[in-house]
Each structure stands twice: as C-alpha cells, then as structure tokens.
C-alpha cells in the first residue's frame, strides 16, 4: 500500500479531524504569508475538506 493510499484512508476514517488539521494548517499559512493569500487559502480549505467528506462517505458505502 503506498503513502499516499495510507492518507487516503486515514481521511477517509477520521473525516471531522481531517477538518480540524486543515483548518490549523490554514491558519498557519495566513499568519506565515501576512494573510496576503487568504482568500486562496481559504478557498483551498474549504476544497480539502469536501473531498475529506466524500472520501469518507465512499468508504462508508463501500463496507
């Protein structure tokens, strides 16, 4: 199984901590870059954690 299948399922199962890493990660590119990127940072979390959600909804439907 390689890593980045590892991550996957990972996500998959743990979903709403997912959610939680990706907004402290967020949070800490605004405060490193000034929040000169916010809005693209922002955009980019909320895209991390909808495939979060579906990967997790998959994987529920798939056991």
Known sequence: MSIVQKVMDMLGKHADKADSAI??????IDRKTGDKYKG???SAQQKAKD??????DKQRRAR
Do not use: E
């Open 23 to 28: 907004d402290k990660t967020g949070d800490m």
């Open 40 to 42: 693209q940072v922002d």
């Open 51 to 56: 495939a979060a959600r579906q990967l997790a």
